[in-house]
């Protein structure tokens, strides 16, 4: 079970999620991802404090993303994954092709300076 919520920061949109990622709950990250892109957002947030456990379709989903992205110059960080879900990015080599920070406002330092 899978709660995800998109609220507006200082220019940024923040995705929140709260539970599990799985492969039926890894549509709505998808839908919520999707959403942020197509308003035409430039910096996206993705709070992980609250993500408990994502399984190989939710990566799928960030994964899915990393070239259009790049293309439509859009900042996206990810940020407070807890180290057993940050390891699974790390063993897949996630770590390498995302943008992770600890706290959000390593986060949103980022997202300003990728954004330049």
Do not use: P, W
Request: proline share 0%; with cysteine.
């Amino acid at each position: 079970m899978v709660h995800i919520k998109r609220l507006q920061e200082e220019g940024a949109d923040i995705i929140a999620i709260v539970g599990d990622i799985d492969a039926s709950s890894s549509i709505e990250l998808d839908l919520a991802i999707a959403k942020s892109v197509g308003e035409g957002f430039t910096k996206i947030l993705v709070d992980c404090s609250a993500l408990e456990y994502i399984s190989s379709a939710g990566l799928g989903v960030f994964m899915s993303y990393i070239e259009e992205l790049r293309d439509k110059k859009i900042s996206f960080v990810l940020y407070g994954l807890k180290e057993r879900v940050l390891n699974t990015f790390s063993i897949l080599g996630l770590a390498d092709l995302l943008n992770i920070r600890d706290t959000k406002q390593e986060a949103k330092k980022l997202a300003n300076e990728l954004s330049i």
